[in-house]
């Protein structure tokens, strides 16, 4: 069996996908980690003038 040797305008191409790809969930993760820290903060001034107003 013939090993398969990318030529370099794949290997390009590979890199080039990958870096977008990595740059694409890296920003959904920034998102996604300030929204839960959005949606966490409200549950708490939430819970402190439940408190606050018994």
Request: positive net charge.
């Amino acid at each position: 069996m013939k090993a398969y040797k990318p030529t370099p305008a794949i290997t390009k191409l590979l890199a080039r996908f990958d870096a977008e790809l990595l740059e694409l969930l890296s920003e959904d993760l920034k998102n996604y980690r300030a929204k839960t820290q959005f949606m966490s903060n409200n549950k708490q001034v939430a819970a402190q003038q439940t408190l606050s107003a018994a």
